[in-house]
């Protein structure tokens, strides 16, 4: 019974090694190796059924917590800290990103197999935080260049999925977004204009058809670049209102 599990196993002897074979059963299905994830999931229910601590009143540390959550979320940080670096020497930022999606969701989907359900936001914030916020300025720096590239859309797609899920780090991108669309829009206008004093200086009457074309060249742009929040950033509404500036 829970009596006989709190004076044989709750030691921190015991504890410490019951983790760790945890560990292990965890390490080796997360390298590819058969996993019994139904053995780990029963042993951490017995856990979630012995609830708070012995001695603590409050109830603010349950034993799931304590000898088996806290510990799991922060060595899964480090151990995919490591990871994201390594992949990030071995891959080209096009690889790495391809890679981070498929670490995140693999982890997500086998934790649901053994972990509680209130743990799986920390384990996606632990995977998120080393895989995206921890990389943040190749990762940054990779968007921006994207932005500029017509053809590279579904790439752009990709990065903008993995940068969301961190706050605050597509800061940056909807800053050099919006330094984009201005620009560009600039360099529109300020071709139309020197297109219509070269007719001018022909001779060719071409102001009667300046206004209808200085309106076509705006919805022009305004076009292309709703179509790159449409198609890339999934009609996120911070994007457009940097288009729309």
Known sequence: GMAEWRGGVQCSSVTQKLYEAIWTEILAGRQGDLADFGLVKEVLQIYQQLGAREGDEQGEKSVYSTDFAAPFVRHTY???????????????????????????????????????????????????????????????????????????????????????????????????FQDLVACSGSEAVSAFF???????????????ASAKGFLEVLISKYKQFWGVVRDCFEGDATFLASAER
Not at 103 to 108: H, V
């Open 78 to 176: 480090q151990y995919y800290l490591h990871e994201a670096e390594e992949l990030m020497s071995l891959h080209d930022c096009s690889g790495y990103v391809t890679e981070a999606h498929s670490r995140i969701s693999l982890e997500l989907e086998s934790a649901t197999k053994y972990a509680a359900s209130d743990t799986i936001p920390l384990l996606c914030g632990a995977c998120e935080h080393a895989f995206i916020a921890q990389q943040r300025g190749a990762l940054q720096r990779y968007f921006d260049e994207l932005l500029s590239c017509e053809e590279r859309k579904e790439e752009l797609w990709k990065v903008f999925c993995l940068l969301r899920r961190v706050d605050g780090i597509l800061d940056q991108g909807r800053k050099t």
């Open 194 to 208: 020197e297109s219509q004093d070269k007719a001018d200086q022909k001779g060719g009457g071409a102001r009667a």
